[in-house]
Nanobody
Framework: QVQLVESGGGLVQPGGSLRLSCAAS????????MSWYRRAPGKQRELVAD???????NYADSVKGRFTISRDDAKNTVSLQMNSLKPEDTAVYYC???????????????WGQGTQVTVSS
């Protein structure tokens, strides 16, 4: 019943910035880890960044220092601020969240539909 919807993707020139957002809705009790993944053309999906319930972050080496992941638990959202974008950042970006719908319910992974980011001059 939990749904994730990404937004904020688009076309940007190299060196530019974009901010992606992911909003969770539905019968949410608790959201644990939240992550951003991406799939570039002809490549496998890769983890870009993740953030724990406690706010601890982790980044792929390729985006470290350029991207920042953050979350707002009051609004059930996670964002990805992307600066100094490069053509190799071009990909479909997906939001992922580990969610629980109740105290006695198991935690499961939920995926968004993805948003396209294209970095090109």
């Amino acid at each position: 019943q939990v749904q994730l919807v990404e937004s904020g993707g688009g076309l940007v020139q190299p060196g530019g910035s974009l901010r992606l957002s992911c909003a969770a809705s539905g019968s949410i009790f608790t959201i644990y880890n939240m992550s951003w993944y991406r799939r570039a053309p002809g490549k496998q999906r890769e983890l870009v960044a993740d953030i724990t319930r406690g706010g601890v972050t982790n980044y792929a080496d390729s985006v470290k220092g350029r991207f920042t992941i953050s979350r707002d638990d009051a609004k059930n959202t996670v964002s990805l601020q992307m600066n100094s974008l490069k053509p190799e950042d071009t990909a479909v970006y997906y939001c992922n969240a580990d969610v629980s719908e109740g105290l006695l319910r198991p935690t499961y992974g939920c995926w968004g539909q993805g948003t396209q980011v294209t970095v090109s001059s």
